[in-house]
């Protein structure tokens, strides 16, 4: 992929102001807990549309161990309850702040154990980051597909003791997160998948040597996936290709499918911007719900 193609995917999520470059990866998450204080990292992150309230959820902060290193996380779970149905929530570009955690309450709202792992720990904070190519350059590029695999793993591990059921778990992830949702949908141990407008093809690298379009023959789990017409980033002719490459697999491959809103740009779900679409984004959030249950999850 290259740094052009990149940097237009994600143009419509560049943050309207600038930012405050001292702010750490505990003050989003202060945010996601709702501790209070005057303003975010990025002004995007104190903007949310949807307050999904914490009453009845065990939501925080945890860490879980991968290769020597801790990861953070994000969780919610309905209180007091066990066995519950798994569902990894993938960041966007931004990291985990107050969208994604609310997103993860909302999933728990609904009865499941929702966890956010910040795959991006290892090489930065990007709620230090005010310009979109130094975010990419200095984060986001570095970050090898296999080590957020290996973490994701280990977020599915972290669930099975605290109350998840791993017999029952899915994924879904928006933006950089829905390219991660096709991958782990090829290789992880999931049921079931929702990609929002994830990218689907590009130049392959060291560190990202495959995209989803190469593992669309043999996905583990069914994906749905949930995408924009007016996409600037991922042209409608990329869904096709993906399509054509599912209806040549295995039963999972060819169990996949996509919804394709009518003029929603990318990050129509994102209600923290411009680019939000509520009809759309609560669509997409009902038939997410629904693709878990038909696909045996909750």
């Not at 309850?81 to 702040?97: A, C, R």
């Not at 977020?155 to 096709?182: E, Q």
């Not at 590009?202 to 989803?212: I, Q």
Request: proline residues 5%; hydrophobic residues 45%; neutral net charge.
């Amino acid at each position: 992929m290259t740094q052009l193609t990149m940097n237009t995917e994600f143009d419509a999520l560049l943050p309207g102001q600038t930012t405050d470059a001292g702010a750490t990866r505990r003050t989003a998450l202060k945010v996601a807990l709702g501790v209070g204080y005057a303003a975010t990292a990025m002004p995007i992150m104190a903007q949310t549309a949807i307050k999904t309230s914490a009453e009845g959820l065990k939501t925080g902060e945890t860490t879980y161990e991968v290769a020597g290193f801790k990861v953070p996380a994000y969780y919610a779970m309905p209180e007091g309850k066990s066995n519950l149905p798994v569902v990894l929530v993938i960041q966007e570009i931004f990291g985990v702040h107050e969208y994604i955690a609310d997103t993860c309450r909302r999933f728990a709202k609904a009865g499941y154990l929702a966890i956010a792992p910040e795959l991006y720990a290892r090489q930065g904070d990007p709620t230090k980051y005010g310009e979109m190519a130094k975010l990419i350059a200095e984060v986001v590029n570095k970050v090898p597909d296999a080590q957020v695999m290996a973490d994701l793993d280990g977020a599915v591990k972290w669930a099975g003791t605290n109350g998840g059921n791993l017999d029952k778990v899915a994924i879904t992830g928006f933006c950089w997160g829905g390219r991660i949702t096709w991958l782990y949908a090829a290789q992880g141990p999931v049921k079931a998948a929702v990609a929002w407008y994830g990218r689907l093809v590009g130049t392959p690298n060291d560190l990202m040597p495959k995209n989803p379009i190469d593992f669309a023959s043999t996905m583990r789990a069914p994906v749905l996936g949930l995408y924009g017409e007016k996409d600037g980033g991922i042209p409608l002719d990329t869904l096709d290709k993906m399509k054509a490459a599912l209806s040549t697999g295995n039963a999972a491959s060819k169990a996949a499918q996509f919804v394709v809103y009518p003029d929603a740009p990318h990050a129509f779900h994102a209600d923290y911007r411009a680019s939000y679409r509520k009809e759309a984004a609560e669509d997409g959030f009902k038939r997410c719900l629904e693709w878990f249950k038909a696909n045996g999850v909750a």
